[in-house]
Every structure is written in structure tokens, then in C-alpha cells.
């Protein structure tokens, strides 16, 4: 009896200690969204709570913004911040592996125009950007997020589209002992894979309210799968010198223009003639485990002085493996015959040349991603109110994200060597038709099936072994006064000052600049079965694979193990190598490539002072904020040597030692802002604002990089990553929203935007330039400056819950866009059309019921990709989530939620044709059902 007592009490501790950890986040919103001054005390459950605080932050905003709050203590309306934030009128997010959500755009505007803050802080992050990655962070951990669309003085610089800042909580906002456990598990009905997740928070106020601790930990391990197609060669277009010559697209056919009548010459009838170049089908296998820990202690001695220190870290282990089929039906002459023409696109083509060379070739593509990212973020805050009528406040934080996948990802190649015969067709399902027979009667796609090919039947071929080390360190300061004054007009004065110094460096390691991604190709290649060992075992199908696409391909993989074909390519060493020498493992293993690494700090300097008024029926705020920011940048660059043919679209290039290029830049912004809000009657309020905001170049625009590793699969282009002289965006804006609060906790808004940007950075692309390699002419592609956008836009809302517990929540948001670069109109990359959502909810008694549909418009992603007028554009695409809940007595609520319920796909094409599909990824639906327990 007693050791069972004992292990209950150790059971009890670590329930406890669970718990203690994913309060902290969970708490801090509305601490942040009171001030810090006493609240009245809220009890956070269901939709209905959520929607009705939402409500009640944005009649109390100074601008233009709309809110989201947590259900209840630890717990937010979705399982990731970025798929709740999509519920926000204006607000669009990009998906990850899985389906989830992982980059944010505000109006429209894509990430890098947007700014991510935690509680008022910059989060550091594992990409080369500026944007921050949602999927590092679990939704456990946030009481809250504002979306402020409008600007003021007093808010962080940064953000052209908006500024979002997710809240943690307080141990303040109810007094007490508090907790919450959760356990949630998923299955995915496309993969039929599972997870789960474990997390607990702790809230507590101790020694007479004046001490509050805060406690939170998110465990959680899934697996998700995507199906993905896409062309990674680009497509090939002819020359088509029928336009105006100054913007004439001069061709990228690099395997020869695409001949129908086989004379040799370019005929008018074959301008701009578009056909396929590389494209591949399979699947991503991710195997994610994501923690977060979390803590905040509060100290509030009295009513004039309060102290916060908290800290957040979060791990994400999130490797992906890739099996995919990949085709290289690349033109050449004498390559493609019997070819369907259709609206200038080559539809169909057979290919039964008998030159080794020049047939399909197969090839087995193993793909693998190998991403760990480490977040933290720790800080002190201090509120002291110094007299009746000036409070002060400091904060000082350091925020930090390291991601150390250096040569671990890999893309590797093994080519099908048979004689065969393919015919490839396009289709309306994106994906193309590939049929390919061999010479000795097997057939690829039945083959695959029944397990007909070995490992003889492949030979080596491309082996890149890649990977970034990025760190991100952020360290920011600040010192805040506000000072009530109270006469004409002026109801307070607040001031501040902020430093912030951001130091960012990206070392890639791989294989690709020593050759060694090329090591066993072309005449160098090994076959596969005399490697020995077990690269390729057996094959396999995943369940449900490609259901909805229809079209023929093969949807049976072979298992190819990448560990084992290294150790197997190791033990190969010694062996003569065609041209002298012998193998050896270590030319083709990856080391620091400097031409694509950088260093780039940051120093920046920002002061405000903003007047807060108010008079009988209007309130409103005038302020200016001055920035001053340093740049220094880093990076390193290599001349190339010599270039050794090894066959068609595939050469060994040898580099001059690299020499270090550093930039350095500074820039001085003055941004006034000035917004007003009247209240026309006392439901209707009018706001206008207007400002000057800027957004900072992506960091990895700001280091003078460059490659030309496409030289090596016979393209010769030279990609310029950036340069230290890039401006900021800068946008002159103007907002108008008119809020009608026509019952308690509900509103109707119709807002409208105007924003002219100048200096929007997109790239520029020059053909036939001589960059000193002898015999060859390169196209340059570089990011530069545009000459100005304009963005106008309106947003419509709709929220309101009825008496009998149902209620309704409804955005739509749209966009006019004006581009111009070099005096020529272009669309503004990342910007949809038009946004909207519309939610449905029941909440009453034990029961909440919720469904939400978030459409977003087709939108361009890249400009020019094959011409003037020949863009790249994510395509319309409809999300569909579900949930409910029933609650058993105070403590107990089962939970049951579904994702991506039309379980549709992601797709980008040019122009919105599918029969030119540069990606497609299908997530499938997923079911969520949880269990939590309240203490």
C-alpha cells in the first residue's frame, strides 16, 4: 500500500510538471493586451468567448486590426497558429509538408512584406529570410495574436502588409492554482499515417497575488506524407523575337530549340514554342517530432512596480525522405518525334532514338531533407510607474534560431541504362502520361509493380549531398516612457527608444562545387549492382497514391536507401575510374561551398515620440518613429577555371579559389503616422490612418552571393543572391475602416487600403552576357529594385453570435495591384486577388460545433519565367476544417477536429494552364480527436 501511495505521488509530480510548462504561453496574451494594468477577471472558453475578445480588442485598437484569442487556458482555435490566423480577414498562408501552415501574408502582401513578433519581440529564424516559419512554433503556446494592418509610431518598423504579434499569458489573468492536460491524436485518411501530442500548463499566484508563475510543455510526434509532382528543369521555350526588342524573350532551350520539321532553323511557326524539360512524381515522408517548453514568472510587489521574466525554447526534428519518379524528356535534336502541337505547347511526343544518350533513361530519385531547428527566445520586462503621471518601461531579450543541417540533405540519382522506347503526354490532371517499354519487353510502370528491376538495371548518376548551418541571433533593447497630460486634447505622450542588433550567417556544405555532385556520372558511372550491398531492396506502394490524378505514370516505388548507397559507394574506392586514377569516396563528399554562404549583421537604432488624443466623440494618435539601421555583409565569390563536357546537359566545373566580398550600407527612414477614430454614433466608428512604413530586404537579398552550379547540368546561368545596396520597401499608405457594433460582441466592418510601394525588390533576368568564360555566353539573373507598385484593396467582415449559441463569422478581402520594373507593367509578385472565409459556429451548454471554409484566389509567384507575360502562379485553392467538442462537467472535454476536408491540392502553374504544372502537393484529410482535463 505504502509503494503504491509513493508511485501515485511520483505519478501525481510529473502530471504536475507536465502541466507546468505550456501555461506560460498560453497566459501572457492578455497581460500584453491590457498594458499590464489591472483587469477584470475573464474566463476564456469555447468559440463563442474567443470570438467575442476578438471583438472587444479590435473596438478598443488605436488602428486598423483584427484579433484572435485562445478557447481556453493553453488552448488555440486550431492546432497551428498560422491555419487560425487564416480566419483573419486579408490574412493567406502557405503549407508546409503535412498540410500545415508555415509562412503568413497580410492583404495580400507575401511574408517578407510581414513581420512576426512574440510579445512584442523579433523572432529569430531558421530560413535565409526575414519571415518566420509557424511550424517551428506549437499553437499551445499562444494566448493570442494581433494582425495590425494599420501603423502607428509606437509599433515596431518592419512591416509593409501587417505586423503580427502572438501573446503569450499571465499567471495575473485569474488568480489562483490553475492547469490544463491535453492528449490529441491524428490519422491522416490519404497516408494513413498517425501522431500525437501531449501538453500541459500550469498557472499559479502565490504569496498574496503578488508573485505569478506560468509553466507550459508541448510533446508531439506524428508522421505526415505529401504527394507532390512538379518540373525541376523548368519548361523549355523557343525564341520569339515577334515582340517589342527591347523585352523580345530570346529563348532558354538550352538542349537546342525545339525543332518539329527537323530543318535545323528557328521557322515562325516555332517561336516561342513551349515543351517540357525535367519533371518528377512521388512523395514526401516527414517524421516530425516538435517540443516546447516554456516559463514566465511575474513579480508585482505593488501597484506601481511589475516584473516579467519568461523564456520560450522549442525544438522541431522534421527530416523528410523523398521516393520519386523523375524524367528528363529534355529537347535535343533528334530526340523528340511525332509531336502534338496544341496553342504553340508540344502536348505529346514519342522518344525511341537508339543513342544511349539520347532515349528517357528513367532515374530513381531519393530526395531528403534533413531540418532540426532550435528557437529560443528569453527576456526581462519592467514596468515602473514613477509618479501619477509617468510610467516607464524597459525590456531586454535575445532571441536565437540555429538550424544545423550542413551535407545532410541530399539529391541523389540513379539513371536507368536499358534500351527503351517512351511516349510523353501532357495532361489536363497536371501531371503527364510517361510510358516506357523496354527493349527486352518489360514495361516501367508494370515492372516497378512486380518487382521486375534490380539493381543492375540502374547505374549511378547525380549525387548532391547539401545543407544549411544557419544561426540567427537577435538581441533587442528598449526603454518606453508614457506620460499623461491630459489638457488640450492630449491624453498622453509616449515615447522610446529601441536598439536592436541582428547577426544571421549561412554556411552551405555540399558536393557541388568540387564536382563531386558529378563524381559518379556520365563516363564515370558505376552500375549499381556492382556496388554490391542492398541500395535497392524491394519495391513498395503507398496507400491512396495519387488518387485524384488522373494520368499514366508509375505509382510503385523502389526502396533506395541513401546511407547504404554512400557505404556502398565508399567501399567502392580503389577501383579504376575511366581516365585515369581510382575511385575515392572523399572527392565526392561535401564540403563548405563559400559561393553560397554569407554573414550579415544588422545594427539599428529607432526612436518615437506619438501624441495620444481624444475629444467628445473622436479619438486618435499622431507620432513619428525615426530608423537607422546599419549593414555589413559578407560573402564570397570563385571565377570558373575550366569546364569539362561529360555528355550531353552534364559537365565538371572546376573553380578558382574563392576570394571574400564584403558590402557595407546604411539607410535613415522618417515614418509619420497619424490615425483617427470617430464614433459616429455610439455602435458606429469611423477610423482613417495614415503613415509611411518600410520593410527590410530579405536578409539573404543583402549578401552579394552567386552561383553558376547549373553550369553542371548544361545550363549556363549565373544567379546573383543580393547585395548590401538593396533598399528597403518603403509604402506610403492610407486605411479606412467603418465598424459597426450593432450588439454586444458583434460587428459588421468594411475597411479600405491604399498603399503606394517604391523600391520592391524582385529579379531581373539578362541574356548573352560574357562573364569571362571563354566559348560561353550566360543569362545573369540578379534581385533588384523595382520602380513602384500600388496596392488598393477592400476588406468586409461579419461577426455575431445569436442567443440560441449560433453564430457566424465571414471575411473577404480583394486587391488591385499595379507593378512597374524598367517602365514595363508586371503583376507584384505574392499578392492574391481576393481572400475570403466564412465560418460557422454552434456553441451552447456542453457543446461547440465550428466549420470554416478559407478560399484563396490564384496569384503570381514569379514574374517572366518564360518571357514577358509567361508568369508562375499558385493556383485557387479551398480549405475546409471542422470541429466540435463536448464537455463532461467542469474538468473534462473530448475534442474531435478534421483538416483539409475537400482534401485538396496545392498546385503552381504557368499561367494558370494545367497542361504546364511547375508543382502539385496533395496533403489529404486529416482527423484530430483529443481528451483534456482541467485542474
Known amino acids: 500500500m505504502t509503494v503504491m501511495k509513493g508511485r501515485l505521488q511520483q505519478i501525481s509530480k510529473l502530471l504536475v510538471t507536465s502541466a507546468l510548462t505550456t501555461t506560460l504561453m498560453g497566459l501572457s496574451a492578455a497581460y500584453a493586451q491590457s498594458g499590464g494594468d489591472s483587469m477584470e477577471t475573464v474566463v476564456v472558453t469555447g468559440v463563442r468567448a474567443s470570438i467575442e475578445r476578438a471583438v472587444n480588442i479590435k473596438r478598443d485598437a488605436t488602428t486598423v486590426q483584427d484579433s484572435i484569442s485562445a478557447l481556453e487556458l493553453g488552448k488555440f482555435p486550431d492546432n497551428n497558429v498560422a491555419d487560425s490566423l487564416s480566419h483573419i480577414t486579408g490574412v493567406t498562408i502557405k503549407r508546409t509538408a503535412g498540410g500545415e501552415g508555415q509562412r503568413v501574408s497580410v492583404r495580400g502582401l507575401g511574408p517578407d512584406y510581414t513581420l512576426s513578433t512574440f510579445n512584442g519581440r523579433i523572432l529569430a529564424t531558421d530560413g535565409a529570410g526575414r519571415d518566420f516559419a509557424y511550424d517551428v512554433l506549437p499553437s499551445d503556446v499562444i494566448s493570442g495574436a494581433d494582425v495590425i494592418k494599420g501603423a502607428e509610431a509606437a509599433n515596431m518598423e518592419g512591416a509593409i502588409g501587417g505586423l503580427i504579434n502572438l501573446r503569450s499569458a499571465s499567471p495575473f489573468d485569474k488568480t489562483g492554482q490553475h492547469g490544463a492536460i491535453r492528449l490529441e491524436g491524428d490519422r491522416n485518411l490519404m497516408s494513413e499515417l498517425n501522431g500525437y501530442k501531449l501538453s500541459g500548463v500550469y498557472s499559479g499566484t502565490f504569496f498574496n497575488d503578488t508573485v505569478g508563475v506560468l509553466l507550459g510543455v508541448v510533446y508531439e510526434k506524428r508522421k505526415d506524407r505529401t504527394d507532390e509532382a512538379g518540373n525541376d528543369g523548368g519548361w523549355t521555350r523557343n525564341p520569339d523575337p515577334t515582340g517589342d526588342p527591347a523585352t523580345e524573350w530570346t529563348g532558354n532551350a538550352w538542349g537546342g530549340n525545339i525543332d518539329p520539321n527537323g530543318n535545323g532553323n528557328l521557322d515562325p511557326e516555332e517561336y516561342g514554342l513551349i515543351g517540357p524539360g525535367q519533371f518528377r512524381v512521388g512523395s514526401i515522408i516527414e517524421k516530425k517530432v516538435r517540443t516546447a517548453y516554456s516559463a514566465k514568472v511575474e513579480w508585482r510587489p505593488n501597484d506601481n512596480l511589475t516584473v516579467v521574466v519568461d523564456g520560450l525554447k522549442t525544438n522541431l526534428d522534421s527530416p523528410q525522405v523523398g521516393y520519386q519518379q523523375s524524367f528528363y524528356p529534355l529537347f535535343a535534336p533528334d530526340r523528340w518525334s511525332n509531336m502534338g502541337i496544341k496553342n504553340s505547347i508540344v502536348t505529346s511526343f514519342d522518344m525511341t532514338n537508339p543513342d544511349p544518350e539520347q532515349r528517357l533513361n528513367p532515374e530513381l530519385l531519393n530526395q531528403t531533407t534533413y531540418r532540426v531547428v532550435n528557437t529560443d527566445l528569453y527576456g526581462i520586462n519592467a514596468k515602473w510607474k514613477v509618479t501619477d503621471s509617468l510610467t516607464l518601461t524597459g525590456d531586454l531579450y535575445r532571441s536565437k534560431s540555429a538550424r544545423n543541417s550542413g551535407g545532410q540533405d541530399s539529391y541523389v540519382v540513379l539513371r536507368m541504362n536499358q534500351p527503351n522506347s517512351a511516349h510523353i503526354e501532357l495532361t489536363s490532371a497536371g501531371v503527364p502520361s510517361v510510358t516506357v517499354k523496354f527493349d527486352d519487353g518489360r514495361d516501367l510502370s508494370s515492372g516497378l509493380a512486380t518487382g521486375a528491376f534490380k539493381a543492375s538495371d540502374f547505374n549511378t548518376h547525380y549525387f548532391s549531398l547539401a545543407g544549411d548551418n544557419i544561426i540567427d541571433r537577435i538581441t533587442g533593447a528598449s526603454i518606453a516612457g508614457d506620460w499623461i497630460i491630459g489638457k488640450y486634447w492630449i491624453d498622453n505622450i509616449q515615447f522610446g527608444i529601441n536598439r536592436t542588433e541582428r547577426k544571421k550567417s549561412r554556411d552551405l556544405v555540399n558536393n557541388t562545387l568540387t564536382g563531386g555532385a558529378d563524381y559518379y556520372s556520365g563516363n564515370y558511372a558505376i552500375n549499381v549492382g556492382a556496388l554490391g550491398g542492398s541500395v535497392i531492396s524491394n519495391s513498395f506502394a503507398l496507400p491512396n497514391f495519387m488518387d485524384g490524378v488522373n494520368a499514366d505514370f508509375p505509382r510503385t516505388f523502389l526502396a533506395f536507401d541513401v546511407a547504404g548507397y554512400e557505404k556502398a559507394l565508399a567501399a567502392y574506392d580503389g577501383h579504376a575510374r575511366p581516365g585515369g586514377g581510382t575511385y575515392s569516396y572523399a572527392a565526392a563528399a561535401p564540403v563548405w561551398n563559400p559561393l553560397q554562404s554569407y554573414r550579415v549583421s544588422e545594427s539599428t537604432w529607432s526612436g518615437f515620440a506619438q501624441a495620444n488624443l481624444s475629444g467628445d466623440s473622436w479619438s486618435g494618435n499622431l507620432g ?193 495591384v499595379e507593378s512597374w520594373v524598367g517602365g514595363q507593367q508586371r503583376p507584384l509578385e505574392g499578392i492574391a486577388p481576393s481572400v475570403y472565409s466564412l465560418g460557422l459556429f454552434y456553441d451552447h451548454g456542453p457543446i461547440s460545433v465550428s466549420f470554416s471554409g478559407d478560399y484563396t484566389e490564384g496569384f503570381v509567384t514569379a514574374n517572366s519565367v518564360l518571357g514577358p507575360g509567361y508568369n508562375e502562379q499558385a493556383d485557387p485553392i479551398l480549405w475546409i476544417t471542422a470541429q466540435a467538442s463536448y464537455k463532461i462537467g467542469e474538468n473534462i472535454e473530448l475534442t474531435v477536429e478534421g483538416s483539409n476536408l475537400m482534401d485538396e491540392t496545392e498546385t503552381t502553374t504557368i499561367n494558370g494552364n494545367p497542361l504546364l504544372l511547375n508543382s502539385y502537393y496533395r496533403y489529404g484529410r486529416s482527423i484530430r480527436i483529443g481528451v483534456s482535463y482541467r485542474m
Open 624 to 816: 513619428l518613429r525615426i530608423v537607422h539601421t546599419k549593414t555589413s555583409s559578407q560573402a564570397w565569390e570563385a571565377k570558373i577555371a575550366k569546364i569539362e563536357p561529360n555528355g550531353p546537359f552534364n559537365n565538371t566545373v572546376t573553380y578558382a579559389d574563392p576570394t571574400g566580398v564584403t558590402q557595407d550600407n546604411d539607410y535613415t527612414y522618417f515614418l509619420p503616422a497619424v490615425n483617427v477614430s470617430y464614433n459616429i454614433l455610439e455602435d458606429l466608428r469611423l477610423r482613417v490612418g495614415a503613415a509611411r512604413t518600410m520593410a527590410r530586404p530579405s536578409v539573404e537579398k543583402l549578401a552579394p552571393t552567386s552561383t553558376t552550379e547549373s553550369v553542371s547540368w548544361g545550363e549556363f546561368t549565373e544567379v546573383f543572391g543580393g547585395n548590401a545596396k538593396l533598399k528597403p520597401y518603403s509604402a506610403d499608405q492610407f486605411d479606412a475602416s467603418l465598424e459597426w457594433y450593432f450588439q454586444a460582441n458583434s460587428i459588421v466592418n468594411f475597411a479600405f487600403f491604399y498603399k503606394h510601394i517604391t523600391d520592391q525588390i524582385t529579379n531581373s533576368w539578362e541574356t548573352g552576357q560574357d562573364i569571362g568564360v571563354p566559348g560561353h555566353l550566360f543569362n545573369i539573373s540578379r534581385p533588384i529594385n523595382g520602380d513602384y507598385a500600388e496596392v488598393k484593396g477592400i476588406e468586409l467582415g461579419l461577426q455575431h453570435f445569436l442567443e440560441n449559441g449560433f453564430g457566424v463569422r465571414a471575411q473577404y478581402t480583394h486587391n488591385w
